[in-house]
């Protein structure tokens, strides 16, 4: 790993802040990126099956909880590589989420768009040439994972995003696919999901103040049901999403 890491010393290049920099931290959050994250529930699925979600009350109360765990536990991974955006910081906090994540179908949704954020990022993001170097020798070394939330905030970081904006925009993107999914799988309709995601919104802010700019020994999980919910996506007869 060593060498690895003096690999991308040699090669990181980080582009400077300019006007056309804000376009791609919008683009970052454009629901068109090719991602993967509608291709997951969040455990919304399971929980409809499992009847804990009946509908738009239940949903309100389901999003608020993900929110919750997302920033309990994701968050802290963020923050640290949104201030840190290098190698090293980056193999350090993916093993540790690695290690963290005990719900099996979670981790592989982690990894999954993870590695898709990467791919896109290393691809669409050229004014950043280190984000391609360090996706390339990652996948050579085979030393890291790609679990997504330390990806996000290696790229937000890379962008030039500050520590509070990429910690919001990641609640920001949580919500906008739970409630996508939920979109989908007829709990609500279009013009009633978007109402929910606005009224949602104070629920998200304060909820991103409350667990924002804490350290990775900080991160925790606040609704292991959910987690436990999520876990059962496997087991699901017939099933629209991933997890």
Known sequence: MEDVVEKFDDTLQFAPNGSLLQWSQWQLLDSVLPTGGFAHSFGLEAAIQARLVSGP???RTFVTHILENTG?????????LNASPNVETWYKIDKILDATLTNEVGRKASISQGSALLRVAAAVFQEVPSLKTMREMSLTSGAVRFHHAPIFGLVCGLLGLNAETSQK???FTTMRDVVSAATRLNLVGPLGAAV???QLAASAEELSKKWMNR?????????????TVQGCHGYLFSRLFCS
């Not at 309990?72 to 640290?80: E, G, K, N, Q, V």
């Not at 990775?216 to 609704?223: F, G, K």
């Open 57 to 59: 009350e239940d949903l």
């Open 72 to 80: 309990s536990l994701l968050l802290p991974f963020i923050y640290t």
């Open 215 to 227: 350290p990775v020994q900080e991160a925790c999980q606040t609704s292991p049901l959910l987690d």
């Open 169 to 171: 925009a990641y609640m």
């Open 196 to 198: 929910l995601q606005h």
